[in-house]
């Protein structure tokens, strides 16, 4: 048996002798004015004789023990009776609730502008902005059938961040991928980290390994901007005749 058991179990049994002295001492008082039709013992009181009977396993927690004795504990739940209400926490903030009101749920507008950054790169930043550069103000689309065929170094770090702005704008937050357009394409500069370059005749120079990053905003295009485009197409794969062809020569 478990110490603070054994405590508990000899207090309980302090205090159930003198219940029972009380009520002895009583009950021969009470007997010698009146005589009590059924006479009842002091071991079978009925509040009092849970008191004697031991738990039925050490093993069992506190809390189940008090309440096989018929002592509430923190342990017993309200929530689930229906007489009784939990009692909400005072560190919470009351919320005034109207019952003829019904709560509105705010909907967050689409961005209209969604962008991706690619840190740290390993080239020079004036490098980048000249692919960059290329496709700026480009459709998306166009732009990365652009980038499939330049032949620059920067052209794949280009067409994965583009990519990677429409599949944001897509699925995060439900831009039509047809009417996206490359609103900003822009390089910062990062770390330019400096080593030695060795030289011939024993001689040493400091080179630098330079780092940049890219950011590319693509937003959708309007009704005008989808029109000038599309005049702008026309314009450009329509057969000029003889005389604009002379004109256009001279």
């Not at 019904?102 to 080239?123: C, G, H, S």
């Not at 001689?203 to 780092?211: F, L, Q, T, Y």
Request: net charge positive; charged share 25%.
């Amino acid at each position: 048996m478990v110490g603070w058991q054994r405590h508990l179990q000899c207090a309980l049994r302090q205090v159930g002798r003198r219940l029972e002295h009380n009520y002895t001492h009583s009950t021969n008082y009470s007997s010698s004015v009146s005589r009590l039709s059924s006479p009842v013992l002091p071991r079978e009181l009925p509040s009092y004789q849970k008191l004697w009977k031991s738990p039925a396993s050490i093993s069992t927690p506190l809390y189940r023990y008090f309440q096989q004795l018929g002592i509430s504990t923190s342990r017993k739940l309200l929530a689930g009776s229906s007489e009784e209400t939990p009692i909400a926490s005072p560190l919470t903030p009351v919320l005034a609730i109207d019952s003829g009101k019904t709560e509105e749920k705010k909907v967050v507008p689409n961005r209209t502008k969604v962008q991706a950054v690619l840190k740290k790169i390993k080239q020079s930043p004036k490098k980048v902005n000249l692919v960059a550069a290329l496709v700026r103000g480009m459709r998306v689309e166009d732009a990365l059938l652009q980038l499939q065929v330049t032949v620059k170094r920067a052209a794949k770090t280009v067409y994965q961040v583009i990519h990677s702005a429409r599949a944001n704008a897509t699925h995060n937050h439900g831009l039509d991928p047809d009417r996206l357009l490359v609103a900003e394409a822009f390089v910062g500069k990062g770390l330019f980290l400096k080593r030695v370059s060795y030289h011939g005749k024993g001689r040493s120079g400091i080179k630098e390994r330079p780092e940049c990053r890219l950011t590319v905003v693509v937003r959708e295009m309007t009704p005008e901007e989808e029109a000038e485009l599309a005049r702008l197409r026309v314009s450009k794969f329509r057969k000029l005749t003889k005389r604009e062809k002379t004109t256009c020569t001279s």
